[in-house]
T-cell receptor, first 115, second 115 residues
Framework: EAGVAQSPRYKIIEKRQSVAFWCNPI?????LYWYQQILGQGPKLLIQ????????DSQLPKDRFSAERLKGVDSTLKIQPAKLEDSAVYLC?????????????FGPGTRLTVT | GNSVTQMEGPVTLSEEAFLTINCTYT??????LFWYVQYPGEGLQLLLK?????DKGSNKGFEATYRKETTSFHLEKGSVQVSDSAVYFC??????????????FGTGTQLKVEL
């Protein structure tokens, strides 16, 4: 079974530029998550989709971050304009209900450096 | 709100030493608890899980027991190998009304195993 795919793996941009990340979840996983992982910290949830609807975006900085999952499969996360503090690894995950819980499976991440 | 506290790293051990990484949590209700592992340059992988008090999760020689009375989920392994060198994250999970779950992560503990 193929895992969660993300691209690009690395991106370097200047502040105030825009950037987009792509994620393709595991086939059949209805729930998709985007996390931000700053160096030395645990991942922080930015947004969660159930099919193509948003379940939780309470920690998404909506003035500069946006995300969509139009067909309920793959998803795009965008930052516009980027700030220095956006330098982080952006992780995508998808989940399946297994037994009593949802198990989240993570992609390799996109490492963003803003200069 | 929910939170997870892990012991700070790095933890440096010799091969075949005993490992304990402490994790305590604060949560309302009865969350599920997880340990994830992150190898260099990779995304997070689910290592083990426990869904209710006194459950023991185990995988690849690692174990952790869900202790409700001490709100803890300490990770242990009897004999570590160099290949276990990675960052370990403790996390708790809340089910969301709209589907899926919300993971709250600790800050991670880096483990270095030397020959």
């Amino acid at each position: 079974e193929a895992g969660v795919a993300q691209s690009p793996r690395y991106k370097i941009i200047e502040k105030r530029q825009s950037v987009a990340f792509w994620c393709n979840p595991i086939s059949g996983h209805a729930t998709l998550y985007w996390y931000q992982q700053i160096l030395g910290q645990g991942p922080k949830l930015l947004i969660q989709f159930q099919n193509n609807g948003v379940v939780d975006d309470s920690q998404l900085p909506k003035d500069r971050f946006s995300a969509e999952r139009l067909k309920g499969v793959d998803s795009t996360l965008k930052i516009q304009p980027a700030k220095l503090e956006d330098s982080a690894v952006y992780l995508c995950a998808s989940s399946l209900f297994s037994g009593q819980i949802y198990e989240q499976y993570f992609g390799p991440g996109t490492r963003l450096t803003v200069t | 709100g929910n939170s997870v506290t892990q012991m700070e790293g790095p933890v440096t051990l010799s091969e075949e030493a005993f490992l304990t990484i402490n994790c305590t949590y604060t949560a309302t209700g009865y969350p599920s608890l997880f340990w994830y592992v992150q190898y260099p340059g990779e995304g997070l992988q689910l290592l083990l899980k426990a869904t209710k008090a006194d459950d023991k999760g185990s995988n690849k020689g690692f174990e952790a027991t869900y202790r409700k009375e001490t709100t803890s989920f300490h990770l242990e392994k009897g004999s570590v190998q160099v290949s276990d060198s990675a960052v370990y994250f403790c996390a708790l999970s809340d089910l969301l009304t709209g589907g899926g779950n919300k993971l709250t992560f600790g800050t991670g503990t880096q483990l270095k195993v030397e020959l």
